[in-house]
């Protein structure tokens, strides 16, 4: 079974579109969390979500609004999409908040390619 | 603050040789620190974290990292290298009792036959 799974895996795109991106997560975790690595392998956070709850929101265009609607899903949908928007996006999830036993399970990513 | 430094983006050593992969961090509070692993066109799996206790850590496929507070590093090696630990290596921190992630920009790790 996959732990944390995100659907489409590749999403090819013209810009000003709008699209989502979808993530799931069956390990029960309380947190949500997405992440933009650009071409540069660069892995930076976006957002994370805790029992739907927001409680992380780094410096992101607002043209992305995440959207959770249970503990297990946290979806992510761009805005007039741009070419700088082109990258590989990760969800991840976790248990045991800022405690020393949480660890991120990262899923496969998302790669977007705005043209 | 947290902050993390791979030095080295690319590395590359013989199959059978010693690997070993540097990070620094800075942390204002205890960090927690991990090393993750990402094969081509994958996601992030974890290969080992520290928290507290032991200061040598040991993870998955034969790594290991040690923190040493007083160098603020949390440095990856593994004794012989194996053509299919050729990936991408990220070293990440996050301070205890926050829930934020910092991850260092990588290093590249090429297994010569």
Redesign the interface.
């Known amino acids: 079974d996959t732990a944390v799974s995100q659907t489409p895996k590749y999403l090819v795109t013209q810009m000003g579109n709008d699209k989502s991106i979808k993530c799931e997560q069956n390990l029960g975790h309380d947190t949500m969390y997405w992440y933009k690595q650009d071409s540069k392998k660069f892995l930076k956070i976006m957002f994370s979500y805790n029992n739907k709850e927001l409680i992380i929101n780094e410096t992101v265009p607002n043209r992305f609004s995440p959207k959770s609607p249970d503990k297990a899903h946290l979806n992510l949908h761009i805005n007039s999409l741009e070419l700088g928007d082109s990258a590989v996006y990760f969800c991840a999830s976790s248990q045991d908040l800022g405690g020393p036993q949480e660890t991120q399970y990262f899923g496969p990513g998302t790669r977007l390619l705005v043209l | 603050a947290q902050s993390v430094t791979q030095l080295g983006s690319h590395v590359s050593v013989s199959e059978g040789a010693l690997v070993l992969l540097r990070c620094n961090y800075s942390s204002s509070v205890p960090p927690?620190l991990?090393w993750?692993v990402?094969y081509p066109?994958?996601?992030?799996?974890?290969l080992l974290?520290y928290?507290?206790g032991a200061t040598l850590v040991k993870g998955i496929n034969g790594f290991e990292a040690e923190f040493k507070k007083s160098e603020t590093s949390f440095h990856l090696t593994k004794p012989s290298a194996h053509m299919s630990d050729a990936a991408?290596y990220?070293c990440a921190v996050?301070g205890?009792?926050?829930?934020?992630?910092i991850?260092g920009?990588?290093t590249?790790l090429k297994v010569l036959a």
Do not use: A, P, V
């Open positions: 927690y991990f993750y990402q066109n994958q996601g992030l799996q974890l974290k928290t507290t991408e990220f996050r205890s009792g926050t829930y934020k992630y991850f920009t990588g590249r």
